[in-house]
């Protein structure tokens, strides 16, 4: 007999506790490897789902097309409304208030009144005009210089135009302000015209309500066009669909490429609408702009921006994906080999 030497017997259980690792690496080679198949899986049939629909580019330019103007319509109405408010942000922001004088009035308590008004915390300047000024500003505004030049005396009182600060601006602020200015006893009367702010935030508010309704309805339109070319493509591909369920495959592995392909189509889809809301703005800057200048406005058309883009072709590619998905799980499940 040779027995084994302590040096054998020492490193035996090291031999054998080095198989442990062994398989330990063996088998996470092999969570690695599904995974790394997976990964390849998918951005395989995401190619050849692509390549797929440019062989036939005039059908998918049509579905991309469809997909397009009913993601565009939102979009342009989105865009509308944010450019309304924001006009309607920089109207509300030069309110003023128009403050009468008593006729009565002396010139140093005029003076004193505006400096007064002026101390507020919540307005922000004061610019008086005279009676001769304004009687000159009506004059040339107003066509009726032969009917004015006949009076005998100037019926328009001092003036004194108040503007708010900035925490002051809103209704309720404008309301309390105009309040307080006719309490003091050398102010005849203080106007500002707040309707029309109220109705445009009314407006504003109906415009947002009735944009997600449009939103919500042509959503619904392109899940059923998306929905409906799938249908239609897996009904062209059910031979294929059949052999491969017969060698094995899996319903996973069957509805993929249809996936990837809705998802092709809302995402082509909404760079196109991308495309379709800027050629609208591009054709409309023009002729708002030149009006904005007509009015001393700085007023100019704002778009989406990068981040709305981004989202907008996101979810056009999420309701592309969500139309596949239905089609594929309505009708994938009657395609069954005997």
Do not use: C
């Not at 991309?64 to 009913?70: E, I, K, N, P």
């Amino acid at each position: 007999m040779n027995p084994r030497r302590p040096s054998e017997r020492a490193s035996s259980p090291a031999r054998k506790g080095g198989r442990v690792p062994q398989g330990a690496s063996q088998s996470r080679a092999k969570v690695s490897d599904r995974l790394d198949s997976w990964v390849g899986h998918h951005s395989t049939t995401a190619a050849e789902s692509l390549a797929r629909l440019l062989r036939t580019p005039l059908q998918s330019l049509l579905t991309w097309l469809v997909v397009a103007v009913a993601v565009a319509l939102p979009a342009a109405l989105y865009v509308a409304l944010s450019n309304v408010q924001n006009l309607g942000y920089s109207w509300q922001e030069s309110s003023q208030l128009s403050v009468f004088v008593q006729r009565d009035a002396r010139p140093d308590a005029i003076s004193a009144l505006q400096t007064r008004i002026l101390e507020r915390p919540d307005v922000l300047s004061v610019e008086h005009i005279p009676p001769d000024a304004a009687l000159e500003e009506f004059k040339r505004y107003s066509g009726l210089g032969r009917v004015v030049e006949g009076l005998e005396r100037n019926p328009l009182p001092d003036v004194l135009l108040v503007f708010p600060a900035e925490a002051g601006i809103t209704p309720e602020g404008l309301e309390a302000l105009q309040q307080e200015l006719e309490s003091e006893a050398l102010i005849a009367e203080a106007r500002v015209d707040m309707a029309w702010v109220t109705r445009l935030q009314q407006l504003m508010r109906l415009g947002q309500r009735l944009v997600l309704a449009l939103a919500g309805l042509l959503a619904l339109g392109v899940l059923l066009a998306i929905g409906n070319t799938i249908r239609l493509a897996i009904e062209n591909r059910r031979d294929e669909i059949l052999v491969v369920k017969l060698v094995g495959g899996t319903d996973a592995f069957v509805r993929r490429p249809f996936l990837y392909t809705g998802l092709w189509y809302g995402m082509g889809g909404g760079l196109l609408a991308l495309l379709l809301v800027g050629l609208g703005l591009w054709w409309l800057s023009g002729p708002v702009a030149h009006l904005a200048d007509l009015y001393q406005s700085q007023f100019r058309l704002q778009g989406l921006g990068w981040t709305h883009s981004v989202q907008l072709v996101l979810l056009s590619g999420l309701l592309g994906l969500l139309g596949s998905w239905l089609a594929v799980a309505r009708h994938l499940s009657a395609i069954e080999p005997r």
